[in-house]
Every structure is written in structure tokens, then in C-alpha cells.
């Protein structure tokens, strides 16, 4: 949680930096992006959702995760009410994987790098990002639905850690858009996060140490 809280600042330490600076937050980059994003709304609203789609994204995020870690998958099923995958063993971030890694923004972002390898210059540049903001949204609303239902995958490793895990790793991709749609720098963003992370964790050690101080005090008394 603390690193939730750290994360949070450090954005808004890129957002001010922007709105104080002489570009305009909105660049045409990050245009694009919330366009793809906004399209994605308006289709989550006005036709039917692809729920099957979304379960399937699921169990191969959780597949994918799984084999980072050297497990095995023994078995998917896929269908427009649920889904399950069977695993030879699992973890925190195996289990959370899907709520905070957009699997079809990835896949979108791998095939821009492997077009950009053999195209230059990159075609469509800014179609590119309308597909991740497009993707992305996709991901965020089938992920906030999901958690509004009973999920095991959060009762698993119980809903604080769980909740807090997802919105961290959620966060820190926003980070990463900011920068690659506008003047902000991977150094100032690496730079803010080591800058307030180590002030939450000093003001808590400070006031953890205060309370220690005082509850040996009130013994000696």
C-alpha cells in the first residue's frame, strides 16, 4: 500500500510537470490514445460485450504468467460464461496477472516493435496508439466488472493484497503511457518514483520509531 501511494504521487508529480511546462498535456500522441480509448466506451455501452473475448484474454494471461514462472499448463477451457486453466503450481502473480496485464494492449504494442523492425518509417504511426488506448480500455472496464463480482482469484491471496497488487501494476502502465505519449522522460518518472517512494517509507519509519520511543517511555514510567 505504501508503494500504491507512492506510485500515485509520482504521476501526479509527471502530470504537474506537464501542465506547468510549455507543451500542452494533451500532445497529439496522447490524442490518439484517448480517442481509441473513448471509441472503446462507447462500444462497451452501445453494443453487446464480447464476453468471450475477455475470458479468453483471461485464461491465457494467467497460461502466459504461468509459464514465466515454469509452470505447466495442463488444460484451458473457454466459454462466454467462464472460464478455467489448469496449472502445475501458481503464485501471486500468476493469479493477478489478468487484472493488471492487458494481454491484446501487449500484443498490439509487440506487433508495432516487430513492424517498426522491418518498416521504416513505422506506417500509421498514431493508429498504433489508437489500438493500445482502444485495447486498453478493454482491459480496464472488463477488469473493474470483474472485480465487482465474487472473483477466487482475489479471495485467494485475500482482497487487500490482491487490490493492492492490481492497482499498483495498473498505475505503473499508466506511468509508462504518460511517457511514451508526452514530454515526459523515463529518467524524470524513475526519478519521481525512487524520490517519493523513499519519503512514504521514511515517514513511516519516523512515526514507527516515534511510537516506539513512546511506548518504551510509558513502560519505563
Not at 475470458?55 to 491465457?60: D, P, Q, R
Not at 500468476?94 to 494492449?105: G, K, M, N, R
Not at 501494476?169 to 522522460?185: D, E, Q, R
Amino acid at each position: 500500500m505504501p508503494l500504491c501511494v507512492a506510485v500515485t504521487w509520482a504521476l501526479f508529480d509527471l502530470l504537474h510537470g506537464l501542465a506547468s511546462g510549455t507543451e500542452a498535456l494533451f500532445s497529439p500522441e496522447a490524442v490518439w490514445l484517448f480517442a481509441g480509448y473513448a471509441l472503446w466506451l462507447l462500444i462497451w455501452f452501445v453494443l453487446p460485450q464480447p464476453v468471450r473475448v475477455y475470458v479468453m484474454a483471461h485464461e491465457l494471461t494467467h497460461a502466459a504468467w504461468a509459464l514465466l514462472f515454469g509452470a505447466r499448463v495442463r488444460g484451458m477451457r473457454v466459454t462466454a460464461t467462464g472460464g478455467s486453466v489448469r496449472l502445475s503450481k501458481t503464485n501471486l502473480l500468476i493469479t493477478l496477472a489478468p487484472y493488471f496485464f492487458p494481454l491484446y494492449t501487449v500484443l498490439v504494442i509487440l506487433l508495432r516493435w516487430t513492424v517498426e523492425r522491418f518498416v521504416q518509417p513505422l506506417p500509421l504511426p498514431n493508429v498504433w496508439l489508437f489500438l493500445v488506448g482502444l485495447t486498453w480500455g478493454f482491459h480496464l472496464c472488463f477488469t473493474v466488472q470483474s472485480l465487482l463480482t465474487r472473483q477466487p482469484d482475489i479471495h485467494e491471496y485475500g482482497r487487500l493484497l490482491s487490490y493492492a497488487v492490481i492497482y499498483l501494476f495498473n498505475l505503473l502502465g499508466i506511468c509508462l503511457w504518460v511517457v511514451c505519449t508526452t514530454s515526459a522522460t523515463l529518467p524524470a518518472l524513475v526519478a519521481a518514483l525512487l524520490i517519493r517512494t523513499a519519503s512514504i517509507y521514511g515517514g513511516i519509519n519516523h512515526l514507527l520509531t516515534r511510537a516506539i520511543v513512546a511506548a518504551v517511555e510509558s513502560l519505563r514510567g
